[in-house]
């Protein structure tokens, strides 16, 4: 099993930027492929982005273009790099971890709120 744990959340105006973390520990060479998703009250969680081991991402068109992801291999470490934030980002951020044998692990969440 892997234990993720987000960080970087906060509050931040439009046009902001922030940058989230994802720090994975445990049976980290399990892991096939981790993603981004976010939630809010109003809407179901949503797919933002996903990175696999050899760094290769992908990003929901929501959000293409204005996030980037990035891995810290020695610090077992996903980052969400996110630019010109848009209230429509507003939201719980979670981090999950996909597993090579199936199966999946997600974070207890961090809150972003993007508000003038």
């Given at each position: ?14 046009g902001g930027?922030?940058t ?5 520990s445990?049976?980290?060479s ?5 993603a981004?998703?976010?939630?809010t009250?109003?809407?179901?969680r ?10 290769s ?6 959000v293409?273009g204005r ?7 020695a ?6 790099i996110?630019?010109?934030l848009?209230p ?5 951020y979670?981090?999950?971890a ?7 692990s ?5 809150q972003v709120i993007?508000?003038?």
């Amino acid at each position: 099993q892997v234990q993720l744990v987000e960080s970087g959340g906060g509050w931040v105006q439009p046009g902001g930027s922030l940058t989230l973390s994802c720090a994975a520990s445990g049976a980290i060479s399990s892991i096939s492929r981790m993603a981004w998703y976010r939630q809010t009250p109003e809407k179901e969680r949503e797919w933002v982005a996903s990175v696999g081991r050899i760094g290769s991402g992908a990003f929901s068109d929501a959000v293409k273009g204005r996030f980037t992801a990035s891995r810290d291999d020695a610090k077992n470490t996903l980052h969400l790099i996110m630019n010109n934030l848009t209230p429509e980002d507003t939201g719980v951020y979670y981090c999950q971890a996909m597993y090579f044998q199936g199966g999946q692990s997600w974070g207890p969440g961090t809150q972003v709120i993007v508000s003038s």
